[in-house]
Each structure stands twice: as C-alpha cells, then as structure tokens.
C-alpha cells in the first residue's frame, strides 16, 4: 500500500504515463488529475484501514484480568468495564456481543454521544452461557480470564449455585475450597471463565433490555393499548413490605386498573420506571386512603425504594 501510495506521488509530480501491477492486474494512468484523484482515494483507504486496525487491536480482556460480575433482583448478570484510553462504546458494545443502544439503555447517566472519562464504569450484561464452568482439560486456557460472582446481602449459596449460575453446589464448593455454605457480603466466589475474544451476539438475544424480557412483554403490552385506550395518570404513595423477599414476580394491587391489565409505575426522585401486572384491587380498610398502589417487593426494588411507602406517578387504562 505504502510503495503504490509513493509511485501515484512521484507520477503526479512528474506528470507522466506509466504502468504498476496489483494483485496481477495491469492499470494505465493517463493525466494527472486521474493520478490526483486516485491518490486521495488512496490515502483516505490507507487512513481507514489504520483506524480499523488501530480500533480491532484493542484489548478489552486479557488472561490476567479479573471479572467480577454482579447479579440483579431479575438475576441478570453483569460486569463492570473501565473504560480505556483508545475505546469507543460502539467497539466496546461490539466486543461484548451488544448493539450500542443496548449499552446506553443499561448506562442511562452515560452521554449519548459516546464521550466518556478514562477510568468510567461502564455496566455490561453477562448471559450464562457465554461463561465457561467445566473444562475437558486439566486447566483453562490461555484465552480465558477467570470470573468471580460478588456476593450481595440477601444472597444464599443456593441461590447463587443453582438459580444464577447452574452449578452443582458441590462444584462450587470445591472450585472456592470451601467446606461450608456460609457467605459474607462482598464476598468473591470463583463461577468460570469468560473468553478474552468476547461475547458472540448471538448469545445476548435477551440481554437488549435492562429490565429484562418478561419487563419488556409487560411494556410492550401496555403501550399496545394506547392505541386503543385513553391513558389515565394520578399520583400518590406507593406501598411494599421490606422484610418480604421477591420471587420475580412483577403484580401489583391498584384501586382503579381493571385485574389482569398493565399499568406504568415511575419513582421521579430515582428517575426510575418498571410495568406490573395488576393482580387485585387493594382491599378496603387494609391500607390507608394515601396508598395507591401496592408492589410486590421486586417491583419496590427495582425502583430503588428504600422506605416501605414511597412517592410514584402512575399511568394505567380503564375498560
């Protein structure tokens, strides 16, 4: 590439005809403006071709690197990435098997146009199946950095073996010498191996929203309707308990949402929104006149609640 850039430049300046081959093929240059024109091509191919290099080449994983993922109340899984000098978030979602929307819709602080600060943060959804848990071989290979899971409060070793990561509790045991299930928050657990290649995209099919596909159902239902409904919106405190645990479920009691349909619940001071299923009007002399909704304590948790009543706005239909 650099020998034709130089013979087009010398031509030019000379003003001559003259031959060169390329791949087997013969090409006759004939006036100097031709000549030009190709050299700009020429050189603008060559910067491209830099700029891919430079951008393909950048290492996001390595062997020696750590990855530490953490789990959500939907128990998603996630990593968080430094960003590096020379990275871009459209590399980066594509290392990582995403579409850079995806990435923004699992970074909402992170600015639209892709600038970022060395060092930041940037939140990376991890399926299951791009982690590697056994091994054919005595020891990994070279390609693969080790993950460990970071114990959160409320986590057992159950949960974490079995629902999370599909580990035989022995297994897990025995990969972390461990001789008990007792855990400690903050806690790090040795899971598997992730590829220093990354993620195929084929594997993050269900990883497009943050709140997960069965939220995105829910979503998807409830704007259908606005088609066909008129939208409704009132005000007031929300209510769930703090000492019950989740199961996942997003049902919701609403005084005035027909049973069955969607409705929108949005926490303005977390700047937060989730869709719940309403499971039954909330039972009178149950609740005080302020309540207007009652979560179940995914739903609360998912808007970042941290007292038992707190301050939603509320979009549903009527039939």
Known sequence: MVEMVEMVQRSTENKCNFFFEHDTNTFLISNANEMRKLFLTLICCLSALLLSASSDTMRYLSPKDTVFVTANELGQKFLAHPMEKGQTIYSLARFYGLKPDAVFSFNP???????????????????????VKFWKEATPSDNYAPVYYVVKQ?????RIANVYFKLPLDTLLHRNNLTNTSLSSGQSLHIGWLSVKGIADTLQLTNTNPLGMKMADLKGRFEALKALKKERFHNGAAYWQREKKGNNDYFALHRLAPVGSVIEITNPMKKKTVYAKVL??????????????????????????????FFVEIKYFTN
């Open 109 to 131: 602080d992170l600015p639209t146009n892709g600038d970022f600060t060395v060092g930041q943060q940037v939140r990376i959804p991890i399926p299951d199946s791009a982690i």
């Open 154 to 158: 409320g986590d057992t070793f159950y």
């Open 280 to 309: 039954a009007p909330i039972p009178d002399r149950a609740y005080g006149d302020d309540i207007v909704v009652v979560l179940s304590p995914t739903l609360a948790k998912l808007l970042d609640a941290k007292d038992a009543k």
